[in-house]
């Protein structure tokens, strides 16, 4: 399997139609829904499209050019989330970190995300904007049940019950439980809901920091209560 996001422009109905799933092998087509745009990395989103999500794999296509469309495997994403955080994107979208199996320095492909000639080889984030809001809780369940269905193959081979890593969470319960339990993080950078499919080390690295705030916050009240006594 190929890591990351790639081109994607097989269709039906010569070439103006659905995305050609491979169904030989099982895969179905769990949505559709019109209207979307997509933003590799930092680059200006493309126009609307329309995205596709089936049980092995993330396929976006564009409504204006159809020679262009992108698709990503449920195993290349790394975590995908609902944004709603204006200071990290203008618009409330689905925010997904994608696997490329590269390790060079993130820094080396900045320059190639702002150029006319996209690398897809370097792009490890992707943002999908609804023109509809309401529909990004949906498509996030959708994108969760079929991470689901598409487990790292780590996970089949060993280690005892319980020991996946799929993570679901939300912020709410982060703030209700990060002291009480060190099992629910957000590792979302966005805000909003998140899932992790893969290295938790990120989700680990948010629960200590919140953990060591809470611990910050708690050392000041007793601080001012000590001050206040002595007065």
């Known amino acids: 399997m190929a890591l990351g996001i790639r081109p994607y422009t ?12 491979d169904s030989e092998n099982g895969e179905e087509l769990m949505h559709v829904q019109p209207a979307v745009s997509i933003v590799l990395a930092s680059c200006p989103p493309e126009s609307p499209g329309t995205l596709y999500i089936s049980t092995k794999q993330v396929i976006w296509l564009s409504d204006v050019d159809r020679n262009k469309g992108y698709s990503v495997d449920f195993l290349s994403l790394s975590l995908h989330a609902v944004s709603r955080d204006p200071e990290a994107y203008p618009s409330p979208c689905i925010y997904a970190q994608i696997e490329t199996g590269d390790d060079e320095d993130e820094s ?18 992707m943002r999908l904007v609804p023109s509809d809001n309401d529909q990004l809780d949906t498509l996030f369940d959708i994108f969760c049940e079929c991470a689901e269905l598409n487990p790292e193959p780590c996970d089949e081979e060993g280690g005892g019950e319980g020991e996946g890593n799929n993570w679901a969470f939300s912020v ?21 809901i998140g899932y992790s499919n893969g290295d938790h080390d990120l989700v680990q690295n948010v629960l200590e920091l919140q953990i060591d705030d809470q611990r910050f916050e708690d050392a000041e009240e007793m601080e001012h209560e000590t001050d206040t006594h002595h007065h």
């Open 172 to 192: 709410d319960q982060m703030e209700d439980d990060a002291i009480d339990s060190e099992w629910q993080a957000s590792t979302n950078p966005t805000g909003g």
């Open 10 to 21: 097989r269709r039906t109905g010569d070439g103006v139609g659905e995305p050609l799933l």
């Open 108 to 125: 080396d492909s900045s320059d190639s995300e702002s150029t006319e000639t996209l690398n897809l080889s370097k792009i490890k984030e």
